[in-house]
């Protein structure tokens, strides 16, 4: 589904396998490790756990806010918590424009947390850090991680596909 402006296309023997050729046709690149920053809307926060545990158990350093911070720790998952920009420096954004996240989990509910977030978003998309905004692109993204570590990505020209 095209939600901006644009439009990639990746062909591979599975969905997984497409669904990375075209995070790289749009010059988006998965990270394989690094830190991950997540702020989840309170509705979500159960939907998170099993993509939180499987980051950590891909050996993914997770960041989060206070609330999403706060449930994870709750639920044995070791995760560091980062000020939102409101909250003052050190913030998200500031990590951010420093390299030091590699993927942004940012879902919104309400008017004002979108809102929030749009520092957060813009810079993200400024540094090219891959962005996901809802927990069904989440787990795509975090399945689509795991493929990444295991196998090596083909290329072949479109002429070249049966």
């Given at each position: 589904?095209?939600?901006?402006?644009?439009?990639?296309?990746?062909?591979?023997?599975?969905?997984?396998?497409?669904?990375?050729?075209?995070?790289?046709?749009?010059?988006?690149?998965?990270?394989?490790?690094?830190?991950?920053?997540?702020?989840?809307?309170?509705?979500?926060?159960?939907?998170?756990?099993?993509?939180?545990?499987?980051?950590?158990?891909?050996?993914?350093?997770?960041?989060?806010?206070?609330?999403?911070?706060?449930?994870?720790?709750?639920?044995?998952?070791?995760?560091?918590?980062i000020n939102k920009v409101k909250e003052g420096s050190?913030?998200?954004?500031?990590?951010?424009?420093?390299?030091?996240?590699?993927?942004?989990?940012?879902?919104?509910?309400?008017?004002?947390?979108?809102?929030?977030?749009?520092?957060?978003?813009?810079?993200?998309?400024?540094?090219?850090?891959?962005?996901?905004?809802?927990?069904?692109?989440?787990?795509?993204?975090?399945?689509?991680?795991?493929?990444?570590?295991?196998?090596?990505?083909?290329?072949?020209?479109?002429?070249?596909?049966?």
């Open positions: 589904e095209m939600k901006s402006t644009g439009e990639v296309m990746g062909i591979g023997k599975n969905f997984l396998s497409a669904y990375i050729k075209s995070q790289i046709a749009s010059g988006l690149y998965l990270p394989q490790k690094g830190t991950v920053f997540l702020s989840i809307d309170d509705d979500s926060k159960e939907n998170v756990l099993p993509l939180a545990k499987s980051l950590y158990e891909l050996n993914f350093k997770l960041i989060a806010t206070k609330g999403t911070g706060s449930f994870l720790k709750k639920n044995n998952i070791k995760t560091k918590l050190p913030h998200i954004v500031d990590s951010l424009q420093d390299g030091k996240i590699d993927l942004v989990i940012n879902t919104t509910k309400s008017t004002r947390s979108v809102k929030d977030s749009y520092s957060i978003r813009r810079t993200a998309l400024m540094y090219n850090i891959p962005y996901l905004t809802t927990i069904a692109g989440a787990k795509v993204a975090v399945k689509a991680i795991k493929v990444l570590k295991k196998i090596d990505m083909s290329v072949k020209p479109l002429q070249a596909i049966n």
